[in-house]
């Protein structure tokens, strides 16, 4: 080989081996984020920036050492965007951004068949408490607490669209902190953007319930592409 082309060779070869790294496809998000709730199922909702409507939920399987996308639907979210989620204020119509447990689904309609999950029936008694003066708090009631205003309760019933289907998901929900926010579901879609939830398509929903499994312990994570609400550092 002449002198030339050697030191072209020289010169071309790292810059070869630094092509193939970037046309290598980056790690499934699941194994990018911090946690993932130590189970093999995991739900990720991201959404482009903290102020968007709108983003890509994914549900996920950790198989053979791998995290393995099971399936996606487009995402709603809060009309206010999302925030974080020990930040979160009670009536901002923001979707919380963070890490939780998904504890029964619930719903208008019955639960697909296959679904695994605790799975509670809305009737016409079914409220979801978000009075802050209420020892019944961020939980469902049934029939509404006494101490439980009507004004300041879910009547569920009322939401059949979206309602439907839903998972609980575990935002200031074991140790309840007064005024952070109550009530935030995954659930079917309604007509425009959530007051704090994150909603799905019906049909992807109820894929959902007869997907997830309790006993592998999965998880709802939420939050953007970057900055400070990154889904990764949850």
């Not at 199922?41 to 099971?70: E, Y």
Request: glycine content about 12%; charged content about 20%; proline content about 7%.
């Amino acid at each position: 080989m002449r002198p030339g082309a050697r030191l072209l060779a020289a010169v071309l070869a790292p810059l070869s081996l630094l092509a193939l790294g970037a046309a290598r496809p980056s790690a499934p998000l699941p194994d990018r984020m911090a946690d993932t709730g130590g189970g093999s199922q995991l739900i990720t909702a991201v959404a482009p920036k903290a102020g968007s409507t709108k983003g890509t939920l994914t549900w996920w399987d950790r198989k053979s050492g791998r995290w393995v996308a099971a399936g996606s639907a487009p995402a709603g979210f809060g009309a206010k965007g999302l925030v974080e989620g020990t930040a979160r204020r009670q009536g901002t119509s923001t979707t919380p951004t963070g890490l939780y447990g998904l504890p029964y689904a619930f719903g208008t309609e019955a639960a697909p068949r296959g679904t695994r999950y605790s799975y509670r029936p809305v009737r016409a008694d079914s409220w979801w408490c978000q009075d802050n003066r209420s020892r019944r708090y961020n939980r469902w009631t049934e029939p509404r607490a006494a101490d439980c205003r009507a004004t300041e309760a879910e009547h569920l019933i009322t939401y059949r669209t979206q309602y439907a289907h839903a998972l609980v998901v575990a935002f200031n929900y074991h140790r309840p902190v007064r005024g952070r926010g109550a009530g935030i579901f995954l659930h079917v879609d309604g007509r425009g953007a959530t007051a704090g939830c994150v909603s799905v398509p019906k049909d992807a929903m109820r894929r959902i319930l007869r997907w997830a499994d309790p006993v592998r312990a999965p998880h709802l994570a939420i939050g953007t592409e970057s900055g400070r609400t990154a889904i990764t550092r949850y």
